[in-house]
């Protein structure tokens, strides 16, 4: 039975970077005994990640459904090489829940597991590792809250967005619903530590699944990075709920473009969404479950490296955008379309 490595995310951790990484090199990689099929081997279109297929499953994507995945995984198993692994990547596994019957709650717990008994049924051919990786609760929750913003019209505080996505911080029951399906010791779990990295994060991410030879592969520059909260402070502002993808998309291009044209300055407001207080409190709720995930699945005792309090405690207090840096901000915007920077907007 051929094996296969279901990277879940979760969301913000690299995966992106990863993804890209494992589509430029696929290979090579593939000659080191690591398969990253692409997703049109099936009925899916061309993409650097499975996010699709995910969709499919919990039937979400109103062109495919769970029976297209299903033919997708088994044209893998047929088509595998004699003793190669295959990875498969999305983030979208790790946050979605089924509901047939109705309207989806990805807060519900039964929902959350019934996708993943879902994802069992469509990798029964296969002997699957679930490999998952944990960002720290406040840092991925601000993470999440910030793409949230880019990626769609979201306006809300980021106290009713932790409220709203309370079941992806319980990373406790997350990898329990994962290891019921698959199994405790098919569970491959791992930190996102990304101020103490000494290596890319695709290096890193081989060294989990068992690529040791790096020699010749080509790692690009970060993908996906978040940029600093004042932009996207400026973007929730102008959000509107419902707004349309195109508009969204180009909004998003103009912030990203802004990110990184050097003529456009930006307030600084602090880097943080959360207030110290709110992430102390977050963080106190998770710490037993966070003992428990370590010890279960690292076999050591702490989950996440440093001093979380100390950290948080040499943090500035973030505030608010004022009236005058909003307007500057806006100018400097509508400078970069003036000078064609943005050719979508």
């Known amino acids: 039975m051929p094996e296969l490595i279901l990277h879940i995310g979760t969301h913000k951790t690299g995966t992106t970077s990863i993804q890209h990484f494992c589509t430029d090199n696929r290979k090579a990689l593939r000659a080191r005994g690591l398969w990253y099929p692409s997703p049109d081997l099936g009925s899916f279109p061309k993409h650097y990640a499975h996010?699709?297929?995910?969709?499919?499953?919990?039937?979400?994507?109103?062109?495919?459904?769970?029976?297209?995945?299903?033919?997708?995984?088994?044209?893998?198993?047929?088509?595998?090489?004699?003793?190669?692994r295959i990875l498969v990547s999305a983030e979208p596994f790790y946050r979605h829940a089924l509901n047939p019957d109705g309207p989806v709650d990805r807060q519900d717990p039964a929902q959350l597991h019934r996708f993943v008994e879902a994802v069992g049924t469509c990798l029964g051919g296969f002997d699957?590792?679930?490999?998952?990786?944990l960002r720290r609760q406040d840092r991925f929750a601000e993470s999440l809250y910030a793409e949230q913003i880019l990626a769609s019209g979201y306006t809300a505080s980021i106290e009713k967005f932790v409220s709203a996505r309370s079941a992806l911080l319980d990373y406790r029951q997350r990898l329990d619903d994962w290891a019921s399906v698959f199994g405790e010791s098919n569970m491959i779990v791992a930190t996102f530590e990304p101020t103490r990295r000494d290596q890319p994060v695709e290096y890193e991410f081989l060294?989990?699944?068992?690529?040791?030879?790096?020699?010749?592969?080509?790692?690009?520059?970060?993908?996906?990075?978040?940029?600093?909260?004042?932009?996207?402070?400026?973007?929730?502002?102008?959000?509107?709920?419902?707004?349309?993808?195109?508009?969204?998309?180009?909004?998003?291009?103009?912030?990203?473009?802004?990110?990184?044209?050097?003529?456009?300055?930006?307030?600084?407001?602090?880097?943080?969404?959360?207030?110290?207080?709110?992430?102390?409190?977050?963080?106190?709720?998770?710490?037993?479950?966070?003992?428990?995930?370590?010890e279960r699945f690292l076999e050591r005792r702490q989950l996440f490296e440093g001093s979380a309090i100390e950290e948080i405690r040499r943090t500035t207090q973030a505030r608010d955008l004022t009236d005058a840096e909003f307007r500057q901000l806006s100018q400097a915007m509508w400078q970069l379309?003036?000078?064609?920077?943005?050719?979508?907007?």
């Open 51 to 84: 996010h699709r297929i995910a969709h499919a499953i919990a039937g979400v994507d109103s062109n495919f459904s769970i029976d297209d995945s299903r033919r997708f995984f088994d044209r893998v198993r047929r088509r595998a090489r004699h003793a190669e």
């Open 128 to 133: 699957v590792k679930v490999l998952v990786a």
């Open 207 to 294: 060294e989990l699944v068992g690529v040791n030879d790096t020699n010749g592969l080509d790692v690009a520059p970060p993908r996906n990075v978040t940029p600093r909260r004042a932009l996207v402070e400026f973007k929730r502002l102008i959000n509107v709920n419902g707004q349309p993808t195109a508009t969204n998309r180009a909004l998003r291009q103009w912030i990203e473009q802004a990110a990184t044209d050097p003529t456009v300055t930006t307030p600084d407001i602090g880097e943080r969404y959360m207030s110290p207080r709110s992430r102390i409190d977050l963080l106190d709720r998770s710490l037993d479950d966070n003992e428990h995930i370590a």
């Open 337 to 345: 379309v003036a000078r064609g920077a943005t050719s979508d907007v």
